[in-house]
């Protein structure tokens, strides 16, 4: 069974920063893309972030790029994903995602199997 398991979503302010994790069990981690959608109140889900099974390729949603900054330790079967000067509209519940590829390639929620439960991040202003 395929578990995706997130952690260290919380309330903050507009400006701080927050990191994320991602735990996998229940396949071979380090063979596979990694990736993280969030989705706000009333909206659909949205692409975050990929990150390539070697971690070496990175792909990042125009309204986080230079904040979010998404790493993998496949020693630990783990994904980060550190966010920096959050905005409220940052609000959401972030999930991680995993990917059937080792390589990025342009996805949306549909192409996604394995989802964690999400956690959720709220940026006052």
């Known amino acids: 069974q395929v578990q995706l398991v997130e952690s260290g979503g919380g309330l903050v302010q507009a400006g701080d920063s927050l990191r994320l994790s991602c735990e996998v069990s229940?396949?071979?981690?380090?063979?596979?893309?990694m990736a993280w959608f969030r989705q706000a109140p009333g909206k659909e889900r949205e692409f975050v972030t990929h990150?390539?099974?070697?971690?070496?390729?990175?792909k990042y949603a125009d309204p986080v790029k230079g904040r979010f900054t998404v790493t993998r330790d496949n020693a630990k079967n783990t994904v980060y994903l550190q966010m920096s000067s959050l905005k409220p509209e940052d609000t959401a519940v972030y999930y991680c995602?995993?990917?059937?590829?080792?390589?990025?390639?342009?996805?949306?929620?549909?192409?996604?199997?394995?989802w964690g439960r999400g956690t959720l991040v709220m940026v006052s202003s």
């Open positions: 995602a995993g990917d059937n590829y080792r390589e990025l390639r342009p996805i949306t929620a549909g192409d996604i199997t394995y």
């Open positions: 990150i390539s099974w070697s971690g070496g390729t990175t």
């Open positions: 229940g396949r071979p981690f380090s063979s596979y893309a």
